[in-house]
């Protein structure tokens, strides 16, 4: 069975990208001497929140997801980032590619929180790779990348900050049900707010006036 090792050389954020995308470039090597003609890859994200430490005001505001910090040897566990697939190209010993991951500012998507809480250092991720190899010289075989082949990356805070700056600047966003806006619309057009910003600003007013009574 050919060995397949994998590194993750670099990552950083997709300029071009319709929507918010991190672009990993993987190193990819394999048994000295095989060729390698397709490589069709499943990677699995995950955040290991373990593997670093936290300052107060990030631990603040990762209340919501793994409670006080006094609890966090038995709460802290791994978060699901994302899985994808990739058609690697033809190759023989080592070859390096790209693999897109598409994101989401979702506040409600764990991995969104975790990220939006840390204000400098890293995300630390742990990549888990699968597939099916097409390889031989002299026609093709068949064969499972191994369960087994994983790449540590250090991902910038810097990196995940770019990559929502470049589609949400200086913004957040959240989703609703469909009753809770067709309320919010009707509410905004009662008052004939002329955003969204100032319909909740609206409302957070009202909520403080009932608060100081």
């Known amino acids: 069975m050919t060995e397949f090792t994998f590194h993750c050389t670099d990552v950083r954020a997709d300029p071009y990208a319709a929507g918010p995308t991190l672009v990993f470039r993987l190193?990819?090597?394999?048994?000295?001497?095989?060729?390698?003609?397709?490589?069709?890859?499943?990677?699995?994200?995950?955040?290991?929140?373990?593997?670093?430490?936290?300052?107060?005001?990030?631990?603040?505001?990762?209340?919501?997801?793994?409670?006080?910090?006094?609890?966090?040897?038995?709460?802290?566990?791994?978060?699901?980032?994302?899985?994808?697939?990739?058609?690697?190209?033809?190759?023989?010993?080592?070859?390096?590619?790209?693999?897109?991951v598409p994101c989401t500012y979702d506040m409600d998507v764990a991995a969104t929180r975790y990220a939006d809480a840390l204000s400098e250092?890293?995300?630390?991720?742990?990549?888990?790779?699968?597939?099916?190899?097409?390889?031989?010289?002299?026609?093709?075989?068949?064969e499972p990348v191994p369960w087994d082949r994983e790449a540590v990356v250090r991902m910038p805070v810097k990196v995940w900050q770019e990559m929502l700056d470049q589609h949400f600047p200086g913004c957040g966003w959240i989703r609703l049900p469909r009753r809770t806006m067709d309320a919010l619309l009707a509410f905004r057009s009662r008052r004939a707010l002329p955003s969204w910003e100032s319909t909740v600003e609206a409302l957070l007013d009202a909520s403080a006036e009932r608060t100081a009574r």
């Not at 597939?131 to 026609?139: E, K, L, V």
């Open 27 to 100: 190193r990819i090597t394999a048994s000295p001497g095989t060729r390698v003609h397709a490589l069709a890859l499943r990677c699995q994200l995950r955040i290991e929140p373990a593997r670093r430490g936290y300052a107060d005001p990030e631990a603040e505001g990762l209340k919501d997801l793994f409670g006080e910090r006094s609890r966090w040897g038995s709460s802290m566990h791994p978060v699901q980032f994302a899985q994808v697939s990739h058609m690697v190209p033809g190759f023989t010993g080592e070859t390096e590619t790209e693999l897109p």
């Open 121 to 142: 250092g890293e995300v630390p991720l742990l990549m888990l790779f699968s597939g099916t190899a097409f390889t031989g010289t002299g026609g093709f075989h068949v």
